[in-house]
């Protein structure tokens, strides 16, 4: 049986992903891509051809059922798609699917904390401990730490007797402190500061942080200080399994037997809650790309520079062009985050020089025959050809 690494995906710094092979069968006919250049000229207009072309391609290499993805520049915006919504079925995929978009929520979670440390209602300085008992390291993991994934505590994702637990209902229903209760009691992983290490648990301890200081349930808070101010309307902090229509329908290997797959379209995402339960769309995740990159919206131009001096370089890790930061990674320039939940692969990222925003949708999690997830040759390829 399948057992999940890490589930919800690191960023940038990949320390692991969902394993599986092409199980799709026959590729499913491409979708015709739309282009727009408003009133760009034509040396500006968007390079659709060769967009479509990376979406094609990479369907049929990697052997998902569909893709959908946007990029939009100064000059133009493009939007297209490749094969269909879910595995045997026949409608074609569009920017306005409802797709679950994993830890993309990680970036929602760290900008509401960012956005509280602003107005002074907590130190980013904070001992984890002061809002959330127990946790490993509490006393001394600060709230910036376990933002930037430094804080040496232990993922409860890669507990087994989680991992058993989920698998075996995975409709079920999830607390964040039933979550957190997964590590409470273990020992660190390191001193905080000392490594970078993806960990889900961080987001969770900091999602409940969010709700404490601002005495909002986290769907509330990130409906009225995130979701509304930018125009998210069909963004949403679930509270149960449902997913708006039209959604895609995603496929998985996690928790099936060797070589079968699973529809995991309506397993419940509270599982993930603050660190990957948010549901989104294409067309929505082009605003979160452009506010997450630039600010605009969301934070005071102090606190987004504070943010974007925040990427740790110079820890083991990290490269001379990839590193992470408050709950944002940074690539090559680009700004950005991918969200991975058992049938669904999403990334959105931003480049500040360019102004570009790149989004990008997959309907299945199960990892390219190089071990990446599906989502991200999709995106490689279409910010190789923006710049």
Known sequence: MRRLPIVLSAVILTVATACGNDTSGESPPAVTSEATTSDAPASGAAPADEFQDVLDRVREEVGFPGVVARVVTPEYEWTGASGTIGADRSEEPGPDDHTRIGSITKTMTITALLQLAEDDRLSLDDPIGRYVPGLPNGDVATLGQLASMVSGIPSYTFDEEFQQRLFDDPEASWTPEELLDYVRGDAPNFAPGERFEYSNTNTIALGLVVEQVSGQSLHEYFRTDIFDPLGMTETVMPTDAAIASPHLYGITEQGQPDGQTADATDWNPLWGWSAGAVISTVDDLELWGTALGTGEGILSPEMQQL??????????????????????????????????????????????????????????????????EPVTPVANQLKEIVG
């Open 307 to 372: 943010r974007l001096d925040s990427f740790l370089f110079d820890i083991p890790g990290a490269t001379d062009t990839r590193a992470y930061g408050l709950g944002l990674g940074i690539e090559n320039g680009w700004l950005g985050h991918t969200g991975e939940l058992p049938g669904f692969n999403t990334y959105v990222g931003y480049l500040p020089e360019r102004r570009a925003v790149v989004v990008a949708a997959v309907n299945s999690d199960i990892a390219t025959a190089d071990g990446e």
